[in-house]
């Protein structure tokens, strides 16, 4: 498998329950990227991490919210006591370092979550 | 927030025309690169142009970059059906990560 892998695909989920998505980059790539995007906007930047550090989080990422790359290899999301906006497709990309301001960012299908 | 706001927001056309994007951004880049995103999907990477480049094609796609206006144009000529999707512009900054526009949703009727 040479592509970006997301799981699941979709999740509904009542409010208040918490939930985990999985993201298995491209193996050769060291750095993996969290987006969230809501219909009709353009994805926002959620983390990213380099290896198994996080570098960097956005002003969206609130403390409900935590992601871990523990052995650098796959990363998981994971959103505690989930709210209505919540509500987003949430994609997950890879970059093999510096070449993903060189060569693009390969992403994932990502998963719809639905809180209800 | 959204670095990059694109123009128009949505573009209906017909297969063989040809069909212009817009993005226009706010702070200086290192590099500016074209997505496209199928309805539900995740993103496709199409082209990128550098900061010290004005022009590049791939296939039917032509970008221009103009750093004095701050602002790109994506080219699709001959369109067809397939094109038929939102397509960002996304900046990559000092910060390097990328960071995405508003989109521009595309419709090519047969």
């Known amino acids: 498998d040479t592509g970006v892998s997301q799981d699941p695909r979709h999740k509904i989920t009542k409010r208040g329950q918490n939930v985990t998505f999985r993201c298995d980059p491209i193996s050769e790539h060291n750095r993996l990227y969290w987006y969230r995007q809501t219909l009709g906007q353009g994805p926002e930047f959620l983390t990213y991490?380099?290896?198994?550090?996080?570098?960097?989080k956005s002003r969206l990422l609130s403390d409900r919210f935590s992601a871990e790359r523990p052995k650098g290899s796959f990363s998981t999301l994971e959103i505690q006591r989930t709210e209505q906006g919540d509500s987003a497709m949430y994609l997950c990309?890879?970059?093999?370092?510096?070449?993903?301001?060189?060569?693009?960012?390969?992403f994932g299908s990502g998963t719809r979550l639905t809180v209800v | 927030s959204q670095q990059g706001e694109e123009d128009p927001q949505a573009l209906s056309i017909q297969e063989g025309e040809n069909a212009t994007m817009n993005c226009s951004y706010k702070t200086s880049i290192n590099n500016l690169q074209w997505y496209r995103q199928n309805s539900g999907r995740g993103l496709v990477h199409l082209i990128l142009?550098?900061?010290?480049?004005r022009e590049k094609h791939s296939g039917r796609l032509r970008v221009t970059l103009d750093t004095s206006k701050k602002s790109s144009s994506l080219l699709i000529t001959a369109s067809r059906a397939a094109d038929t999707a939102s397509y960002f512009c996304?900046?990559?900054?000092?910060?390097?990560?990328?960071?995405f526009g508003t989109g521009t949703r595309l419709l090519v009727s047969p």
């Open positions: 991490f380099q290896n198994e550090a996080q570098l960097e």
């Open positions: 996304a900046m990559i900054t000092g910060f390097q990560k990328l960071v």
């Open positions: 990309a890879s970059s093999l370092d510096s070449s993903g301001a060189v060569y693009g960012y390969t």
């Open positions: 142009i550098r900061s010290n480049e």
